[in-house]
């Protein structure tokens, strides 16, 4: 009876129109909340079910059958309570053989809900299922929104100039799509690249602000009254070229075919980057000033340099470098930008 109440319990949650799961299968894929049920498995199961419900239906005529006639024997209610359950206990069994001489295999079944969702599709052969896992299971190629913020430094090789003397919290925020491009289903190496937006800002202390001098070079000038902010920012188009290194492990997913969660797991890269700048805004405010000067303040025009990241599933630390200058013509010569930061990708 046990058997047959699993049996019947297995049927209802295949019958329903959603078949709700939560399990690692064999195939190492991640699952689905919500996994609709194979038209095979659900035309089975109905098939099946109609079955049982009709050997039931027969079953319980007879057995009303026998009641009436064992009713009719005016029996004490003790020995009548007896011979009812015997007569209950036979025809369970009966019920019991002729469900189990359906020949319902459930672990068939169960097998094709499984390769359906999957592939959410119905395979009938081996081929099929192989050819259906190979294309499921593809090298990676994805392009993920991501953003990231970083704190930037001025490194100067030689004396401290008056930026760097003055400069007070540096940011860097970028945000932007991020292409992967593995190079094998199984190769731990890939290829990143993508393309982003990035605003640098340059926050100056001590009262001081950025304006140009007569031959329109940028310079720190002293403000005699108090300053609440006193910012230089500019805005890069950005575009990263790269190679990253997956450390997560080889999968299997079934019919020899092997496979690498390229965007999971531990992966270190390296790439190159470049920029070109789209603006910049020097932004004054304090006592009796209030101003934003959208002019050329000799800010680099195009960037480039090198970045490291270290990267955890979709988040991500970095380093990256800049080769050349911040500023153009020797203005605020040497400063190099090097930003510590962190980014997410969705």
């Keep these: 009876m046990i058997k047959k109440i699993i049996m019947m319990g297995f049927l209802c949650l295949l019958s329903t129109s959603v078949y709700s799961q939560r399990k690692s299968l064999s195939l190492n894929l991640q699952p689905k909340n919500d996994t609709e049920v194979s038209p095979i498995v659900k035309e089975k199961v109905d098939e099946y079910a109609k079955k049982i419900d009709a050997i039931i239906q027969e079953e319980k005529k007879l057995m009303e059958a026998e009641l009436l006639t064992l009713q009719s024997k005016n029996l004490d209610k003790i020995e009548f309570d007896k011979q009812k359950s015997i007569i209950a206990d036979r025809f369970s069994e009966k019920i019991d053989a002729r469900i189990e001489g359906l020949g319902f295999d459930l672990d068939s079944v169960i097998q094709k ?14 081929e099929e299922l192989k050819v259906k896992l190979m294309k499921k299971f593809r090298p990676t190629k994805t392009l993920e929104g991501y953003f990231s ?13 008056d930026l760097d003397k003055n ?15 593995q190079f094998g289903r199984t190769s731990p190496w890939g290829l990143i690249s993508g393309i982003g937006f990035s605003w640098r800002t340059l926050n100056i202390d001590n009262n ?4 140009k001098d ?3 070079n940028p310079v720190l000038a002293h403000y005699d009254k108090g300053l609440s902010k006193s910012k230089l920012r500019t805005g890069y188009i950005m575009v990263p070229l790269g190679i990253q290194y997956n450390f997560s492990k080889i999968k299997n997913a ?5 496979y690498r969660d390229y965007n999971k797991g531990f992966k270190v890269g390296a790439n190159v980057y470049g920029g070109v700048k789209m603006s910049t805004n020097n932004i004054i405010k304090g006592e009796g000033i209030s101003d934003r000067d959208r002019s050329n303040y000799q800010v680099s025009p195009f960037i480039y340099g090198g970045q490291f990241t270290v990267s955890y599933n979709d988040f991500s630390i970095f380093v990256k470098k800049d080769f050349g200058n911040f500023f153009k013509n020797g203005n605020f010569e040497n400063d190099k930008a ?3 930061g962190v980014g997410l990708w969705w």
Excluded at 168 to 181: D, I, M, S, T, V
């Design 113 to 126: 809900q499984v390769r359906y969702s999957l592939l959410n599709s119905d395979v009938t052969s081996n």
């Design 149 to 161: 913020y970083g704190i930037m430094n001025l490194t100067n090789s030689k004396a401290d100039n």
């Design 167 to 181: 400069l007070g919290y540096a940011g860097n925020f970028e945000f932007g799509l991020k292409l992967n491009y």
């Design 208 to 211: 001081m602000f950025f304006m």
């Design 214 to 216: 007569i031959n329109a």
């Design 254 to 258: 079934g019919m020899d075919v092997q």
């Design 338 to 340: 090097l930003i510590f």
